[in-house]
């Protein structure tokens, strides 16, 4: 093969996260002779899995656990790592890397995979000590150790990684309240049926809320500690706080790109092939804008790794189209999964299911008798079967009246394990 | 306590099979009798499921007077004031009974004696009017008397057996499977079925007629003729006019035409029953339910008296009655066209010494159809009417419902709290039902049975004869009412039929009149005429007999020249003909696992499971002219009435004509009492009405959705917001609810649990809805078990299989896994799923019998039952499962 002959290029992974890893362990088994490989990773640890963060949290799994890719992992492979050490510059003339400790590394291709941040409300008092976001290993530590004297948290946002945060102080014995914007939880991903069975559960476990709250300041005391948080109502109410966690959304880091000259509006702007607006510089993960979609799971990231180390493999071309995502909500005993668009948008048709003893709600929203988006409270177990239908199109209407009920239910169907997400 | 078996008679069909009742603690179970002749030890579907009815769900168990809870005293009083006081205004001729072929000989026979004999009117008619006064009066004209005259063993030694009219397979399924295992041993035995249907009756029959609707007398007056063209030749009375009026036939040809069949089918018949010796012609309600119905009845006894085929081993025509005791009323003379015993109104004077009574009613009364216009009318002001639902079986039943309502007085003897009648009373008597009633039954072969009481009256029910004395007594005839027992009747009864008999009528019980109470408890099953106490008693005990299975061999007929009597019959149509407006003919009839108005058989689980709504039958080309879609609601209707009913369609159902099973009513569904439809049109001789031939009209149900209810208790449905269709049918610990409406409800979940009666929002309560596919499904529990499932869709086919979901009302919670999937309607494995039944006996589906045949290579009804044991024990599913072998063998 005329790969074997040609020279090595090189290839930078700015990133050590796992978008950019999933990337590479595609190229490596796809291309393993092509590249010589370095990768930065701004924190200090190895690679792991960022959407295990909130078991770690809840005391459900160690560290360890979510581990991905030892040292030893890219020794084998002959990648050179860096970790605890940003890429501070793109030098796209010379097509050189700098770092913060002012190493340059060239490369013929390059990828960013530098993820996202959390974004911080700007209220006042947002800089004060207690005041957590909750992205990284880090956060979490910083978590676990604030509630090791237990006390009141308060976390801003009722989203996923929101309900997630709180769930876990809650676990480790703080006495936690969730301030949500908005009237439901989970707004973007559950209709206001299956959020008030959310919330009922919740509460049921012990959480608070404080629902449709604006929070107008973050409270602290003269040693620069939060005591609490004011709201943006009536009669200026308060409530005390020993932490207060910000889990409000998150921003494509895109400061890097911006730098290089690369066009980002959202994130950083790639097109089907996960190109940038420069054809050597790759961009994959929480930081690229496809389609004026960015995403925050861990399904497209997938996908877009996928075709992404298909290019550099040389492959010939696959193309990412946008990803239909899937949520789950990772709380024991609180089973949420929701995918697509459920609306009840013109031309849409809406099944439902209710067992209120059990929990149990779903919502399944069809157009043209193909699902285009599924809500599932308190059993998910055909969360993988609808989603798969979903991004398959699936004509659903010869089996249109077992569907709320599962695949168990179809004659001849071949079981679909629900997938992570 | 030990196991009691009581040896009782069934109280369904006229075959008369003899039942051992066993109570043990309070379980009761019942099995043939293998010693009662009749049915040696078999049941059919209904008998095998009486223990079933036994229940005292919707019984009535005290007086009612005027909507209220009464002291016997004051309801005998009320009704013995209201007749007496009627009666002394307007005369005996403004009261009438109106009495049934479910009472027992005893109680039949007192009732005609207080109307006939101290009252003074015959105004006591009875439901036997409608099914055999046909057959009654052919006799008459024939033979002299109303007498069957052979015996349930000729359909086992004939050569032919010819059914008219009869789905004996359904409707006497026990006397059917007697003819069907003599043919297995007999190859040379051939069975007929004349009828407009291809009915369970015709699967398997040698030949099947489907004649047009009302051209029996056409058939077997080209039979008749044949005959004689064919060398046979009689001087009987009325021979030669009968045969020249047959010959006004014509040909065969003109016959098949006539009769709409197939020359050479009806060749082959006609030279069959002209070479064989040895012919049964048995006929049911499709010869006597007709405006000319005496008329069919003598067509077919002027064939038999042709060929001297009566009196003889396996050679006779053969009436089978449909009620349990047909036969009894008919002896006691509980008709109003006769008086008393067998004799009719010129024996008045005899009778009137024989019960030394203050009156006696010297002219035929009103027959049931006059009866009910009489009352609407004004004529009759009072009538008590017992064991019966006219209502639902009358022809014409909304115009008896609108006569009841505006009658000034009516009592109603019943052991049911609610029917279509009951609810319609003044005065409602709480009567003893089959399992406490002692008394005995007259069956269609002349067989006399006891039927023992073996539980005891529940309540304050009371024997219909104790309830029909008391009110003598009020009314002031105590002396001809003092009896202390059904078996003191029972011997006055007998007495009468010896009064002055010098032989002249059959009916003669002379061995019985002295019966003591103890031997009339252990009477075995005898057979009638019944001649000398001394001969029985002779032969050690009760069971030896003289030999009376058949009659008139001798060719003495208890006429007055001593001769049978052919009768000229002129064939005609039915009374109204079909038109544009009204073009197809409905007929009515039985199902196989219903009786009568469902007031018993609907306490059975598994005997409302095997049809469990109500139908009408179309061929597939009326279906498509007709815009009738089978599985879907039809509208059927007539001049009179209309009814909502599934439609089936089946090439089995002659072209041109209906078919709507006659049981259902108010009580079991919104709109499907045929009796509401059927023309009053009746027989000019017998006044039986012609249920067989109304013109009516079909036409989609146009529902906006379909659905069903199972609940753990019954529900009030009758117009509920929405449903315009609805059936109960009773299950084992569920009621199931077959819906439909016109129009969608604006909130499906509102209406549904409107309909269930679940108000709370904190409910167990489960729901599914696809609002843009029109489908809605819910449950509802309680504590873990299920109480009310509600399935909505826009077609019935789009409707899950019921059977699944009626097994988790066990009344035990039901498990999460099949919570899960419940609205699903089906378990997650399809293997748990046995389909509708087929077997009611042993609860066999229509499923586990299919997979038998395919999966097992089952190819015969024998491996069938060796199998799943279905169809192995009455025998009434074979044909279904024969079909079900023809439909799936091989696949």
């Known amino acids: ?421 | 306590m030990n196991a009691v078996t009581t040896r009782t008679t069934c109280p369904y069909c006229g075959v008369g099979c003899g039942v051992n009742a066993v109570v043990d603690n309070d379980a009761v179970s019942v099995a043939g009798d293998t010693a009662h002749p009749s049915n040696l030890g078999s049941l059919c579907s209904k008998g095998t499921a009486l223990a079933d009815t036994v229940g005292l769900q919707g019984r009535l168990l005290h007086p009612v007077v005027d909507g209220r809870r009464a002291s016997w005293g004051d309801a005998l009083d009320e009704v013995a004031a209201r007749f007496g006081a009627i009666i002394a205004e307007h005369g005996p001729d403004a009261v009438a009974f109106y009495v049934s072929g479910q009472l027992l000989t005893e109680d039949y026979y007192v009732a005609n004696k207080l109307m006939k004999g101290y009252i003074g009117s015959a105004n006591i008619d009875t439901n036997s009017r409608l099914c055999m006064s046909s057959a009654v009066a052919g006799h008459k004209r024939g033979f002299g008397e109303d007498v069957v005259p052979g015996c349930y063993e000729d359909l086992e030694v004939a050569d032919l057996v010819v059914l008219v009219g009869s789905n004996t397979a359904w409707c006497h399924p026990v006397v059917y499977q007697r003819i069907v295992a003599a043919q297995e041993n007999n190859p040379n035995k051939k069975r007929v079925v004349i009828d407009p249907r291809r009915t369970a009756t015709a699967e398997g029959a040698d030949l099947h007629l489907p004649i047009a609707p009302g051209t029996d007398v056409h058939l077997f007056n080209g039979l008749l003729a044949f005959l004689a063209e064919n060398g046979f030749d009689s001087d009987l009375p009325g021979a030669r006019d009968a045969v020249a009026e047959a010959r006004q036939m014509g040909d065969l040809e003109d016959v098949a035409e006539a009769c709409g069949v197939d020359a050479d089918t009806l060749k082959a018949f006609f030279e069959l029953f002209a070479q064989t010796e040895r012919t049964v012609t048995v006929f049911s309600q499709g010869v006597n339910q007709s405006s000319a119905g005496t008329a069919k009845v003598n067509a077919i006894l002027n064939c038999h008296l042709l060929t001297e085929r009566i009196g003889k081993p396996g050679a006779c025509p053969f009436s089978i009655t449909g009620q349990p005791n047909a036969m009894g009323g008919r002896e006691v003379g509980g008709l109003s066209s006769t008086l008393a015993a067998h004799m009719g109104f010129d024996a008045a004077e005899r009778v009137q010494r024989f019960w030394d009574s203050p009156a006696i009613a010297d002219k035929p009364g009103l027959k049931a159809v006059e009866l009910f216009e009489a009352i609407e009318a004004g004529q009759v002001k009072a009538v008590w009417i017992m064991a019966t639902n006219p209502l639902v079986s009358l022809p014409d039943a909304d115009r008896a419902k609108r006569a009841l309502e505006a009658c000034e007085f009516v009592a109603v003897s019943d052991c049911m709290r609610h029917t279509d009648t009951v609810d319609r009373a003044h005065v409602l008597l709480p009567a003893a039902a089959w399992a406490e009633k002692s008394g005995t039954v007259t069956n269609s072969e002349r067989i006399i049975s006891r039927q023992r009481d073996f539980l005891p009256m529940p309540g304050e029910a009371k024997p219909d004869w104790w309830i029909v004395c008391e009110v003598a007594r009020r009314m002031g005839f105590g002396t001809g009412f003092d009896f202390d027992s059904a078996a003191a009747i029972f011997r006055e009864h007998a007495a009468l039929t010896v009064f002055e008999n010098n032989g002249e009528r059959v009916l003669n019980l002379e061995g019985l009149a002295d019966l003591s109470d103890a031997e009339y408890d252990t009477l075995e099953p005898l057979r009638w005429p019944v001649y000398s106490t001394e001969a029985l008693r002779a032969a050690g005990a009760m069971p030896a007999r003289t030999d009376s299975r058949r009659l008139f061999a001798d060719g003495i007929y208890p006429t007055a020249d001593g001769k049978a009597h052919l009768i000229a019959v002129t064939p005609r149509g039915p009374a109204n003909a079909l038109s544009d407006q009204w073009p197809l003919a409905l007929n009515t009839g039985r199902v196989r696992d219903h009786w009568h108005t469902m007031t018993r058989t609907a306490k059975s689980a598994r005997l409302s499971a095997h049809i469990p709504e109500p139908f009408v039958e179309i061929h597939p080309r009326d279906a498509e002219r007709f815009g009738v879609i089978d599985g879907a609601i039809a509208t059927v209707s007539t001049a009179l009435g209309k009814a909502h009913v599934r439609t089936i369609v089946s090439d089995g159902q002659r072209e041109g004509t209906l078919f709507v099973p006659m049981h259902w009513n108010d009580q079991f569904a919104a709109k499907a009492r045929v009796g509401a439809l059927a023309n009053p049109a009746v027989c000019p001789i017998s006044g039986e009405p012609e249920f067989k031939h109304t013109p009516a009209a079909i036409a989609p149900f146009e529902a906006a959705w379909h659905g069903f209810i199972l609940a753990s208790r019954p529900l009030r449905l009758n117009g509920e917001a929405g449903i315009d269709y609805w059936v109960k049918v009773p299950g084992e610990r569920f009621y199931r609810y077959e819906i439909a409406g016109l129009h969608t409800p604006d909130d499906w979940a509102a209406t549904a649990r409107g309909w269930i009666g679940v108000g709370a929002r904190s409910a167990d309560w489960v729901e599914a809805h696809d609002e843009a596919a029109g489908r809605y499904r819910a449950a509802h529990f309680d504590a873990g078990h299920i109480e009310a499932c509600v399935f909505i869709a826009p077609e019935p086919a789009a409707l899950p299989d019921r059977s699944w979901l009626a097994s988790l009302f066990t009344g035990e919670a039901v498990d999460e896994s099949e919570r899960a999937g419940l609205l699903a309607g089906r378990p997650a494995e399809a293997s748990k799923d046995v389909g509708p039944q087929i077997c009611s006996c042993f609860g066999v589906g229509r499923n586990t019998i299919q997979r038998a045949i395919t999966e097992d290579g089952l190819d015969s009804v024998a491996a069938v039952g060796e199998a799943l044991d279905a169809g192995t024990n009455c025998g009434s599913c074979k044909p279904e499962i024969a079909a079900l072998i023809d439909a799936h063998a091989g696949e």
């Open chain 1, 1 to 421: 093969m005329s790969q074997t002959t040609q020279p090595k290029l090189d290839l930078v992974v700015i990133g050590n996260g796992m978008a950019g890893l999933r990337t590479l362990e595609e190229v490596l088994e796809a291309a393993p002779e092509r590249y010589n490989v370095t990768v930065f990773g701004a924190e200090p640890h190895v690679s792991y899995n960022r959407i295990m963060l909130s078991p770690v949290l809840a005391g459900d799994k160690a560290f360890e656990e979510i581990e991905t890719h030892g040292r030893d992992w890219y020794e084998d492979n002959g990648i050179t790592l860096y970790t605890g050490e940003a890429v501070v510059d793109i030098d796209r003339r010379r097509r050189m890397v700098i770092s913060d400790t002012g190493r340059e590394i060239g490369y013929d291709r390059l990828l960013l995979a530098t993820g996202s941040t959390p974004f911080i409300l700007p209220v006042p008092g947002h800089t004060l000590d207690g005041v957590i976001s909750f992205r990284d290993i880090g956060d979490v530590h910083r978590m676990v150790e604030a509630s090791e004297k237990g006390g009141k948290a308060v976390v801003i946002g009722g989203g996923l990684l929101g309900l997630e945060a709180a769930y876990g102080l809650h676990k480790r014995g703080m006495d936690v309240t969730i301030v949500h914007l908005m009237d439901t939880l989970m707004e973007r991903q559950l209709d206001p049926t299956a959020a008030d069975l959310l919330q009922y559960s919740l509460t049921q476990r012990g959480l608070s809320f404080r629902m449709g709250a604006k929070t107008a300041a973050i409270l602290g005391d003269e040693a620069g500690r939060v005591t609490g948080l004011r709201f943006d109502d009536a009669d200026d109410s308060e409530i005390d706080a020993d932490i207060v966690v910000m889990a409000v959304g998150i921003r494509p880091n895109v400061e890097l790109a911006k730098t290089a000259g690369l066009h980002c509006e959202k994130g950083i702007v790639v097109n089907d092939t996960m190109q940038t607006y420069d054809p050597r510089i790759y961009a994959v993960g929480e930081c690229v804008e496809h389609r004026h979609s960015v995403y925050g799971l861990v399904a497209p990231l997938w996908d877009q790794a996928s075709v992404c180390a298909n290019h550099l493999a040389y492959r010939g071309h696959t193309q990412y189209e946008g990803s239909v995502t899937a949520t789950q909500l990772k709380v024991t005993g609180i089973d949420v999964y929701s995918a697509g668009d459920f609306s009840d948008a013109e031309g849409t048709e809406t099944l439902t299911f209710s067992d209120v003893r059990r929990g149990v709600y779903k919502r399944i929203v069809l157009r043209d008798d193909r699902i285009v988006g599924v809500v599932l409270y308190g059993d998910t177990r055909d969360g993988g079967w609808y989603f798969k239908l979903m991004r398959e199109g699936a004509d659903v209407s010869a089996f249109r009246d077992l569907l709320l009920f599962g695949q168990a239910y179809l004659p001849d169907a071949k079981p679909v394990d629900a997938e992570a997400a």
